[in-house]
């Protein structure tokens, strides 16, 4: 999983990204670079929900993801 912009051509630096599996428990963070990318590994096999903030700008998320070796979403 990669990436948080605030449209096609701003990307949002710093911004602090949460993985947690559908249990809630939290499983990895990652924090925006200058361009707005992240990097999260994670384990395979379920479903998952990423979250995305920052100050000032509002939250960000995403529910039923899967992790797949090699995938993209």
């Given at each position: 999983m990669?990436?948080?912009?605030?449209?096609?051509?701003?990307?949002?630096s710093?911004a602090?990204?949460?993985?947690?599996n559908?249990?809630?428990?939290?499983?990895?963070?990652?924090?925006?670079?200058a361009?707005?990318n992240?990097?999260?590994?994670?384990?395979?096999?379920?479903?998952?929900?990423?979250?995305a903030?920052?100050?000032?700008?509002?939250?960000?998320s995403?529910?039923?993801?899967?992790i797949?070796?090699?995938?993209?979403?």
């Amino acid at each position: 999983m990669a990436g948080a912009r605030y449209n096609a051509s701003a990307p949002v630096s710093s911004a602090f990204i949460r993985l947690t599996n559908t249990g809630g428990q939290q499983l990895a963070t990652a924090t925006t670079n200058a361009q707005g990318n992240f990097s999260i590994n994670g384990p395979e096999g379920t479903n998952y929900s990423i979250k995305a903030t920052k100050s000032g700008f509002w939250d960000g998320s995403r529910s039923g993801l899967r992790i797949n070796v090699g995938g993209s979403e």
